[in-house]
């Protein structure tokens, strides 16, 4: 019943359904090699596990890759716009060959799917592995289980309301009123269902965005017709922006039930002013993938430039504003300049739960978390200005501040390091990583390593931006104040050549080139330099 529904798309899950297989599998699975897999790469599986890569049931060899560029063809001759492929780096992979069995795993060793070799090559650095998989079990999704469902047990769930026409919105952003006023006007107008699909997936030690995304999704929800309208998540690894992804997307959509697809509406327009008859063609649907979708069995809907019609309070399709109405458009970067800042979103814009959630997942700068990263040479003033900072900060209250103090580090951290290039990047990218998680759970963390390496300096701003604010502040105090200052008599040793590699003397200090904020400390007061780091921070919205 179900799969005649959606022939020739809709597959079944791979043996997950018997529970004697199953054991097997696992069983057989304990004298195999195996392989990791990332959660790219488990998404992949995921989709071809559960059957919303029907028909496809495995990884593809290098001559169905082949035809599937070439002709856009499986084997049995059935469409398939792009390879899907399972490529490694390891090395072992070089002696596997086909016909042997491969263990599929996910990143802690839990046995997903075993893989049936039937080609593998070599591709640059990676290997590629092709096969068809029986899966086991399903890569473990402990969060938002109610949420989750298998295309064929959403199209169990569509046959038992009676739904057969239902519109697919796969989305990897938050939905505001635009799209939502289009999706219920396409599901109006279509006489169909709605199915909300944000995509999921990320790796769980970077706190992947996605948590936000679903929660703004189950606020959004109670604004549909519960009667018309499910949401689900689907496990797809991030999609290309091209027609063939799109079109993969839409073999997707038919495999979970849907007929439609709404393609485009990520993103709000760019540019605060909206002018009339612009170019379109962004929005459109390139016909000939509209065309192959249809074959599929998928209609695919074009999202439209949308602006806000203010006499008549309502989102349109730029094309249908009436002549000379007051048109309003926010661009996707104001709206998330906005966010960072804390500024007000319009009401028109969004709605109030959706904002609420999304200021929970991205506070204002001043709730974010940030990282002062002081570096200079040895005696500049790196340790003294960073305790004073904290104390400030400290004062103010309301936020948890860390330092970490070079001795500290060396001491907890790194007290196993010495002074080569080599040990102290190992030590500042220690210093990076604990001020990274430190500013992602929203505190505030002071360090103050010589850290005389650009690119290290470089790397850690990287690391710590992804999560939250990064100040750096070079303190510029010149080698002879700090040699004058010597208060370890570090520098008069390392003159007399008693420390080998010491910073500034025999050994580089790479200067910062953007530093946030740079101080010379020579004839400055402690307190005026704090003064200056403190405003700054206010000046970048981290304070208030
Ligand atoms: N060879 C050499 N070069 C530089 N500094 C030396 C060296 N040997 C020991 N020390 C003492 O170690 C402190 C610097 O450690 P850091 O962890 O900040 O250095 S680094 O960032 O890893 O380069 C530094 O402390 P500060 O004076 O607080 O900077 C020195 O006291
Ligand atoms: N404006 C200033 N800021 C920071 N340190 C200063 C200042 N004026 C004088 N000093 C002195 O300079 C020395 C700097 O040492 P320290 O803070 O340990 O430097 P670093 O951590 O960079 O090696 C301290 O003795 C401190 O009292």
């Known amino acids: 019943m179900v799969n005649q529904l959606i022939e020739p798309y809709g597959g079944t899950l791979v043996n997950l359904i018997d529970p004697e297989k199953r054991e097997a599998l696992k069983h057989e699975a304990l004298s195999l090699p195996s392989l990791d897999l990332d959660w790219q790469q488990q998404c992949e599986l995921e989709m071809l596990m559960t059957g919303a890569y029907s028909p496809l049931t495995g990884f593809m060899t290098r001559a169905q890759c082949a035809r599937v560029e070439s002709a856009q063809q499986l084997d049995d001759g059935s469409f398939w716009p792009s390879p899907i492929t399972l490529t490694s780096r390891d090395r072992a992979l070089a002696d596997r060959r086909p016909g042997e069995r491969l263990a599929l795993r996910d990143g802690e060793g839990y046995m997903l799917a075993i893989l049936t070799l039937s080609d593998v090559w070599k591709d640059g650095e990676r290997w590629h592995l092709a096969g068809e998989v029986e899966g086991a079990a399903l890569p473990p999704h402990p969060d938002f289980v109610s949420l989750r469902a298998t295309p064929a047990e959403l199209r169990a769930l569509f046959v038992r309301r009676g739904w057969r026409r239902i519109i697919a919105w796969q989305a990897r952003q938050p939905m505001h009123r635009a799209q939502y006023e289009f999706c219920l006007k396409s599901a109006i107008e279509n006489e169909a269902n709605l199915l909300l699909h944000p995509q999921v997936g990320g790796d769980i030690t970077e706190a992947p965005a996605y948590f936000g995304l679903v929660r703004s999704f189950l606020a959004i929800r109670d604004r549909f017709p519960a009667a018309t309208t499910q949401l689900s998540l689907l496990p797809a690894p991030p999609p290309e922006a091209s027609g ?80 000379g109405a007051r048109l309003l458009t926010l661009s996707g970067e104001e709206f998330q300049r906005r966010m960072r800042a804390g500024l007000k979103i319009p009401e028109w814009y969004s709605f109030p739960e959706v904002l609420a959630e999304l200021h929970r997942q991205t506070p204002p700068r001043e709730r974010q978390g940030f990282t002062v990263f002081f570096t200079g040479l040895s005696g500049a003033g790196k340790s003294t200005l960073a305790r004073a900072l904290a104390a400030r900060l400290m004062e103010m209250g309301g936020r948890c501040v860390t330092l ?120 400055l007061a402690i307190d005026e330099a704090v003064q200056q780091i403190l405003l700054k921070l206010e000046h970048e919205g981290y304070l208030r």
Do not use: W
């Not at 065309?291 to 069995?297: H, L, N, S, T």
């Not at 690391?463 to 104040?481: D, L, Q, R, S």
């Not at 910062?512 to 400390?521: G, Q, R």
């Open 244 to 323: 063939r992804a799109l079109l993969l997307r839409a073999i997707v959509a038919r495999n979970f039930g849907c007929s439609l697809l709404i393609a485009g509406g990520e993103h709000q327009p760019d540019g605060g002013d909206c002018r009339r008859g612009e170019d379109l063609t962004q929005n459109r649907v390139d016909p000939s993938v509209a065309e192959r979708a249809e074959k599929i069995g998928v209609r695919l809907i074009a999202y439209p430039r949308m602006v806000y019609v203010e006499d008549r309070a309502e989102h349109l399709p730029e094309a249908e504003a009436p002549q």
């Open 404 to 523: 970490l103090d070079g001795d500290i580090v060396r001491r907890h951290l790194s007290s196993e390091l010495g002074f080569s290039k080599a040990h102290r990047d190992v030590n500042v990218r220690r210093i990076g990583f604990v001020a990274s998680e430190i500013t992602k759970n929203r505190g505030i963390a002071i360090c103050a390593p010589i850290a005389p390496y650009r690119q290290t300096r470089r790397d850690v701003r990287a690391m710590i931006e992804a999560v939250g604010g990064f100040v750096e502040i070079h303190v510029a105090t010149p080698i002879e104040t700090c040699e004058s200052r010597d208060r370890k008599g570090l520098y008069a040793k390392a003159r007399a050549g008693l420390i080998p590699e010491f910073t500034g003397v025999s050994d580089p200090y790479e200067v910062p080139e953007t530093p946030e904020l740079a101080i010379d400390t020579t004839g």
